[in-house]
């Protein structure tokens, strides 16, 4: 973080000029561990031009909300009582950064069959306890200013993106728009979950292990979507790890819902073809840069073995 942000931050929340600003992650977001000698916190600067102040406020009060329930990350206010601060240079970018508390505990490196069946029961409790809260909200909560993940912003929007690509193929374009419009056709055809709160990126990297119990963490990317939607994320992640086969009855008997092969696969898919659609517009991070045509293709290989039905189940 360059020294003006980081001056602005000490400014806006009370920390000592002489506050150390170090990297976390460099992914969707920058994410900064920010020690202030005395205390510890967890700083995020939104990616430029993602998301909207009412997004990123809608967000923050999931959060809030959502305390009540599970173990999530507690916002930290900046002096004038802001859960959102924002810097504007040059008039042109307006950057939005997020404190949170620093949290003390451990990544789950290399979850068991047991942590699997933890992180499905999770994720019901997340989606149930979610529904009650939208349930209790008026129709107008900022918390209702989050993406929908509807067919618009996970396939069409995503397809125009990787049809302008310019680093892919004729061919690999043309496999875009037919899995494109083999997705929209099963989702057509086949019966999917209501639309309701996804966290929309639910694995192992963004739970933390603590004597409290597990924290779930980075709601960057939460909206409204199908259930299998947020489901089809730990499945990608199995799949990437070819522990699909070992590990995905434990998950899918902790969510402790009876769901259909044809709406997990579907889900996944639309997931997948989501995440492939963002490459283009990540091509600011080293390593997608470098080679984002093969993370694309990876993402067409597991979407064209999940609507065929050659995966597990």
């Given at each position: 973080?360059?020294?003006?942000?980081?001056?602005?931050?000490?400014q806006?929340?009370?920390?000592?000029?002489?506050s150390?600003f170090?990297?976390?992650?460099?992914?969707?977001?920058?994410?900064?561990?920010?020690?202030?000698?005395?205390?510890?916190?967890?700083?995020?600067?939104?990616?430029?031009?993602?998301?909207?102040?009412?997004?990123?406020?809608?967000?923050i009060?999931?959060?809030?909300?959502?305390?009540?329930?599970?173990?999530?990350p507690?916002?930290?206010?900046?002096?004038?009582?802001?859960?959102?601060?924002?810097?504007?240079?040059?008039?042109?970018f307006?950057?939005?950064?997020?404190?949170?508390?620093?949290?003390?505990?451990?990544?789950?490196?290399?979850?068991?069959?047991?942590?699997?069946?933890?992180?499905g029961?999770?994720?019901?409790?997340?989606?149930?306890?979610?529904?009650?809260?939208?349930?209790?909200?008026?129709?107008?909560?900022?918390?209702?200013?989050?993406?929908?993940?509807n067919?618009?912003?996970?396939?069409q929007?995503?397809?125009?993106?990787?049809?302008?690509?310019?680093?892919l193929?004729?061919?690999?374009k043309?496999?875009?728009?037919?899995?494109?419009?083999?997705?929209?056709?099963?989702?057509?055809?086949?019966?999917?979950?209501?639309?309701?709160?996804v966290?929309?990126?639910?694995h192992?990297?963004?739970?933390?292990?603590?004597?409290?119990?597990?924290?779930?963490?980075?709601?960057?990317?939460?909206?409204?979507?199908?259930?299998?939607?947020?489901?089809?994320?730990?499945?990608?992640h199995?799949?990437?790890?070819?522990?699909?086969k070992?590990?995905?009855?434990?998950?899918?008997?902790?969510?402790?819902?009876?769901?259909?092969?044809?709406?997990?696969?579907?889900?996944?898919?639309?997931?997948?073809?989501?995440?492939?659609?963002?490459?283009?517009?990540?091509?600011?991070?080293?390593?997608?840069?470098?080679q984002?045509?093969?993370?694309?293709?990876?993402?067409?290989?597991?979407i064209?073995?999940?609507?065929?039905?050659?995966?597990?189940?």
């Amino acid at each position: 973080m360059d020294f003006y942000k980081r001056k602005y931050i000490c400014q806006s929340y009370g920390l000592d000029s002489s506050s150390t600003f170090s990297l976390l992650n460099n992914g969707e977001n920058l994410t900064y561990l920010i020690d202030s000698n005395t205390e510890k916190f967890v700083i995020r600067q939104y990616r430029v031009n993602r998301y909207t102040y009412d997004e990123i406020l809608a967000e923050i009060n999931w959060l809030l909300t959502l305390q009540e329930h599970l173990l999530v990350p507690s916002v930290i206010p900046n002096k004038k009582g802001e859960l959102v601060t924002s810097i504007t240079v040059n008039e042109k970018f307006t950057y939005y950064f997020v404190v949170f508390k620093f949290i003390e505990g451990n990544s789950i490196l290399q979850p068991s069959f047991f942590d699997y069946e933890k992180l499905g029961t999770l994720m019901r409790s997340l989606h149930e306890k979610s529904y009650y809260v939208l349930k209790e909200t008026p129709n107008d909560w900022i918390g209702y200013k989050r993406p929908i993940f509807n067919e618009h912003l996970t396939i069409q929007e995503s397809l125009q993106r990787l049809i302008n690509a310019p680093f892919l193929s004729n061919a690999e374009k043309n496999k875009c728009i037919k899995l494109a419009e083999r997705i929209q056709e099963l989702i057509s055809s086949n019966k999917l979950g209501e639309k309701q709160f996804v966290h929309g990126d639910m694995h192992f990297g963004n739970i933390l292990e603590t004597k409290e119990g597990w924290y779930l963490l980075d709601f960057d990317e939460c909206g409204f979507g199908y259930m299998e939607f947020d489901i089809g994320v730990p499945r990608i992640h199995l799949l990437a790890s070819n522990q699909l086969k070992e590990k995905w009855l434990p998950f899918i008997s902790g969510y402790k819902k009876a769901i259909s092969e044809s709406a997990i696969r579907i889900g996944t898919a639309i997931r997948l073809f989501y995440m492939a659609g963002k490459i283009p517009v990540r091509m600011d991070i080293d390593h997608i840069r470098k080679q984002p045509d093969e993370f694309i293709n990876r993402y067409l290989r597991y979407i064209e073995e999940e609507i065929s039905g050659d995966t597990v189940v």
